[in-house]
C-alpha cells in the first residue's frame, strides 16, 4: 500500500486522533466518547454529563445533542444533510490530500446511501427499497428459522462456543449473502470484510485499522466486480440481479450499494444479538419472564435496542443557516447526535437506565435513525433476532456466560467481538416465533 494512503489516513484520521487524545484529557465530552476506550464500552454515564450541560452542547469538534426530540427533529430536518465520517471538521488544506489516493465504492463515502442526500439518495433508496417491503421480510423468515436450527444443531458438543462467531454473526450473514445472491461458501470472507471496515464509521481511528479498512474495501470490489459479471450472464432472484435488470444504477452505484448492504445488513444484527445476550443474562428475572411469556419477545427486541444501542451515533451537517435551541448554526455546522443518549431520555422514557422487557413505549428508540434515511433493513433486524435469541435461549436453557465477554473497540458501532459460553444442557426442540 502506497504512501499516499498513510498521507490520507493522516488527513482524514491521524490529526483528528491527536486533536481528540489532547482534548479528552482536558475533559471534554465529546472527545472522550471518541478517544477513550473505556468509556467507548460503557458511555452511559458520560451521555448523562452531557445531559446535564444542555440542550446542544458546544465541543471544539462539532455540537453534540442527547435529547430525544432534538435529535429526532435534526434527523428529518431537510435543512440537516448526512455527513461521511471523512469529512468531519478537519482543516481543508489536509482535507485535499483524500484526493490522492481514491477509494473504491464502500459503506461510508458516496455515492453509499449512508453518506448523500436527496436527490441521488432517494433515487437509490426508492431502487432497493423493494427488497426490505413487509411481504418480503415475511419471505425471508422460513430461512431465518432455517438457518438458526441449522447453527444450533451444529453446536459443539462439548457445550462450548463463541456466541459471536458461532451463532450472532451468523444468522445475518447467512440471510444477507442469500439477498445479494453470494455464495454461502463465501460468508467467512465477507464477515472479515465487515469486520475490517467497521471502524471507518468512527473518527480517528489507528493506522492500522485504516490500513485494514482499505485492502478490505479492495478486496471487495474485485469481488464484486467478478460477482456482478456472473450476475450479467446468468441472473437470479437476488437485490443485485434485479437492479442490474432495472439498468436504474451504473456501475459504482451497483457496488457502493451492494457494500452498503452487505455490512449494514449484518453488523447491527450482530451486535443487537450480542447485546441481547448479555443483558437477558444479567436480567434472569426478564429472561424468566420471556419464557413463561414468549409473545413478550418482540418488546424485548425494542428495549434492547434502546437500552444498549447497537448503532450509537450518527451525524448530521447544516446545508443552510439554522437555528436550534436558540442558537444559530452557521452553514457547514457539524451536529453529532446521541443516539443512545437520546434513547435514555428521562422525559421520554420512565427509568430509562432500567432494563424492562415489558416497557410500553420501548419501540420510541432512535435506533434504527428517523427520517429519510431510517435504516431500510430494521424489519429485518428485527425478524432476525427475535426468532434467533429465542430459539437459541430454548434450545439451551441453562446458557452462561464463561468469563466476560469483549467489547468491539469502536464508538459508533457497539456491540461484542468474542462472547464465550457454556451451553448447558441442550433442549430437543425449540418453538418458532
Known amino acids: 500500500m502506497g504512501p499516499q494512503y498513510w498521507l490520507r489516513w493522516m488527513s482524514v484520521h491521524g490529526v483528528p486522533r491527536m ?8 475533559g471534554d465530552p465529546l472527545a472522550q466518547l471518541f478517544g477513550d476506550p473505556a468509556i467507548t464500552h460503557d458511555p452511559y454515564p458520560l451521555l448523562e454529563s ?23 427533529n435534526i434527523l428529518r430536518d431537510n435543512a440537516m444533510g448526512t455527513r461521511a465520517a471523512e469529512s468531519f471538521d478537519i482543516p481543508r488544506p489536509l482535507r485535499g490530500l483524500t484526493r490522492l489516493a481514491p477509494l473504491p465504492p464502500n459503506p461510508v463515502e458516496p455515492p453509499s446511501m449512508l453518506v448523500i442526500d436527496p436527490p441521488e439518495h432517494t433515487r437509490m433508496r ?6 426490505f417491503t413487509p411481504r418480503a421480510i415475511r419471505r425471508l423468515q422460513d430461512r431465518v428459522e432455517s438457518v438458526t436450527e441449522e447453527l444450533l444443531d451444529a453446536m459443539p458438543g462439548d ?45 480517528g481511528i489507528p ?13 471487495m470490489d474485485e469481488y464484486a466486480d467478478g460477482h456482478l459479471a456472473q450476475l450479467r450472464r446468468s441472473p437470479g432472484e437476488d437485490i443485485l440481479s434485479s437492479l442490474l435488470t432495472a439498468g436504474d444504477l451504473d456501475e459504482q452505484d451497483l457496488k457502493a450499494t451492494a457494500s452498503l448492504l ?10 443487537l444479538i450480542g447485546n441481547a445476550i448479555v443483558q437477558l443474562l444479567a436480567h434472569p ?8 411469556e414468549p409473545e413478550l419477545w418482540p418488546n424485548a427486541v425494542e428495549e434492547v435496542l434502546r437500552f444498549d444501542a447497537p448503532v450509537q451515533n450518527t451525524g448530521r451537517v447544516t446545508l443552510e443557516e ?38 410500553a413505549n420501548a419501540k420510541e428508540h432512535l435506533t434504527f435513525s428517523s427520517g429519510i434515511h431510517a435504516c431500510l433493513g430494521a424489519s429485518l433486524a428485527r425478524m432476525e433476532a427475535t426468532h434467533a435469541l429465542r430459539a437459541l435461549f430454548d434450545r439451551f436453557p441453562d446458557l452462561r456466560l464463561d468469563g466476560p465477554p469483549q467489547r468491539r473497540p469502536l464508538f459508533t458501532l457497539h456491540g461484542y467481538s468474542h462472547m464465550r459460553a457454556n451451553l448447558g444442557r441442550r433442549a430437543e426442540h425449540t418453538t418458532p416465533v
Not at 444542555?54 to 429526532?72: I, S
Not at 450473514?173 to 471496515?197: C, T, V, Y
Not at 493506522?207 to 478486496?219: L, T
Open 322 to 359: 439554522v437555528e436550534y435551541e436558540g442558537v444559530r448554526l452557521r452553514k457547514g455546522t457539524t451536529v453529532v447526535l446521541s443516539l443512545a443518549g437520546a434513547n435514555r431520555d428521562p422525559n421520554v422514557f420512565e427509568q430509562p437506565n432500567r432494563f424492562d422487557i415489558t416497557r
Open 126 to 131: 426508492r431502487s432497493v427499497s423493494a427488497a
Open 50 to 72: 452531557i445531559r446535564a450541560r444542555g440542550r446542544l452542547v458546544r465541543t471544539p469538534f462539532a455540537r453534540v445533542t442527547v435529547e430525544h426530540d432534538l435529535c429526532r
Open 207 to 219: 493506522w492500522h485499522s485504516y490500513r485494514g479498512a482499505v485492502a478490505a474495501i479492495r478486496e
Open 262 to 271: 452487505m455490512g449494514a445488513g449484518f453488523e447491527t444484527t450482530v451486535n
Open 159 to 203: 457445550g462450548s462456543a463463541d456466541l459471536v462467531a458461532d451463532f450472532a454473526a451468523q444468522v445475518p450473514i447467512a440471510i444477507i449473502s442469500d439477498m445479494l445472491g453470494f455464495p454461502r461458501s463465501a460468508k467467512e470472507q465477507f464477515l472479515g470484510w465487515g469486520d475490517a471496515i467497521s471502524p471507518l464509521l468512527d473518527i
Open 285 to 292: 428475572d426478564q429472561l424468566a419472564r420471556l419464557r413463561a
Open 19 to 26: 486533536a481528540l487524545k489532547t482534548y479528552a484529557r482536558r
